[in-house]
């Protein structure tokens, strides 16, 4: 599973980074796009969320908007998102 590079892989961010300034977007992913990199629904992220699923470090909120780190999402899947597993209703999809 690989992330977008940039902008152009992504799609607009017009709607997503009301947040987030444009020129640092590209290091961030909005919970749509996260939801969208793990073909699951945003609801599927706030209960990962919810249960401690996804690690603390990869994420931080700013002005009410939940925002993904990149690299440290990029390496918690190449760790194997451990954690997830562990998630009953995710682990029958998977």
Not at 46 to 57: A, K
Not at 76 to 91: E, H, K, R, S, V
């Amino acid at each position: 599973m690989t992330l977008p590079q940039d902008e152009s892989e992504i799609g607009v961010y017009s709607q997503n980074l009301e947040c987030t300034p444009r020129i640092i977007a590209s290091q961030f992913l909005t919970k749509q796009q996260f939801a969208e990199l793990f073909q699951v629904s945003e609801r599927t992220i706030d209960r990962w969320l919810t249960l401690g699923l996804v690690p603390p470090e990869t994420r931080f909120n700013i002005g009410g908007c939940v925002r993904f780190k990149r690299q440290a999402i990029e390496n918690w899947i190449q760790a194997g998102q451990p954690g997830i597993i562990n998630d009953p209703l995710t682990a029958k999809a998977l």
